[in-house]
């Protein structure tokens, strides 16, 4: 059963009347998982990782860091990012996404669980000192390199299947080839980035991997990257542990998007992942919750994606 790692305080994150990345989205991702049948396994407040504050200063930087924190107690946006509302409790929620995700990774080692944390801001969008696309600090970076500090952990594996491409989880790790980035979204789309020639730098080329897809495609393209490429890629790379960038606005509902993918996709993509994870980590995948806009195309996606997380 996959463990479902929330806090209370990511409905404190404030964006404002009108904004899609908006607390309601927690709600309905936390609905999928009831509808899914997994309501027993949400860990709610859960204790934040007592690393929390070092691994968000080892991937952004302690300036970084305090700089949000004080913008978010002046409620102040910060001066480089436009699209990145701030409230009293934005530090705050961003923080605890990190410490959740370090918990949930933690629980991943300890008990062999699959878990899917579901948090607000999502993050895949942060640089190193840039907060932009709703995203403060870059949890799935934060994760990774936790990961990589354990034990028998020497490559990690992150596949970002949001529709928009993960430009700062890429640009953290493009010239490492301990972590391989891997993205499926639509191209060209915001935020840019995301070409199919983007493979990495110096001792990272060859690490990194984008799949663009078009606007209108839908689950028979989808599929078909994860099925033709993905999962050859990480059968390649042979990760011991693989982390999951989830986002799902490329549904066909979501109002950003502009793509057709189904929640019955997302949950075969889902399980092709775990097989891989059988194969080659032990099992080993956690699942951060990125976009995803509309509340019922959410709610589906994430009862699918559950269920593939529980698949044996």
Not at 89 to 94: E, I, L, N, Y
Not at 199 to 228: H, Q, Y
């Amino acid at each position: 059963m996959p463990h479902v790692y929330t806090n209370r305080i990511f409905h404190r994150h404030d964006t404002g009347i009108g904004h899609p990345e908006r607390p309601a989205r927690l709600d309905a991702a936390i609905d999928g998982v009831t509808r899914a049948g997994f309501a027993s396994s949400i860990v709610t407040d859960a204790a934040l990782h007592p690393d929390t504050d070092r691994l968000i200063a080892k991937v952004h930087s302690a300036d970084y860091a305090r700089e949000l924190d004080e913008s978010s107690r002046a409620g102040m946006r910060l001066f480089h990012s436009l699209d990145n509302p701030i409230s009293s409790a934005s530090f705050s929620a961003a923080r605890a996404a990190v410490g959740t995700a370090l918990t949930a990774a933690a629980a991943m080692m300890d008990e062999r669980e699959r878990p899917f944390v579901v948090a607000r801001p999502p993050g895949h969008h942060a640089e190193r000192l840039t907060a932009m696309g709703f995203c403060f600090f870059n949890t799935i970076a934060c994760a990774a390199e936790w990961l990589r500090e354990q034990a028998g952990i020497e490559r990690v594996f992150i596949f970002d299947f949001d529709v928009h491409h993960g430009n700062g989880t890429q640009h953290l790790f493009e010239e490492r080839d301990d972590v391989y980035y891997a993205s499926i979204h639509r191209y060209p789309f915001y935020p840019g980035t995301g070409a199919i020639d983007e493979i990495g730098i110096g001792k990272g080329r060859g690490f990194t991997r984008n799949i663009p897809l078009d606007a209108g495609d839908g689950d028979v393209k989808f599929l078909r990257a994860v099925e033709d490429e993905i999962v050859g890629i990480i059968d390649d790379y042979a990760p011991n542990a693989i982390l999951l960038s989830s986002g799902f606005d490329a549904h066909r509902r979501d109002p950003l998007g502009g793509m057709r993918v189904s929640e019955e996709a997302y949950g075969e993509l889902t399980r092709r992942v775990v097989e891989t994870a059988e194969r080659h980590a032990n099992g080993r995948v956690l699942s951060l919750l990125e976009g995803g806009y509309d509340l019922e195309g959410l709610a589906a996606s994430v009862a699918e994606h559950v269920r593939g997380m529980g698949h044996e």
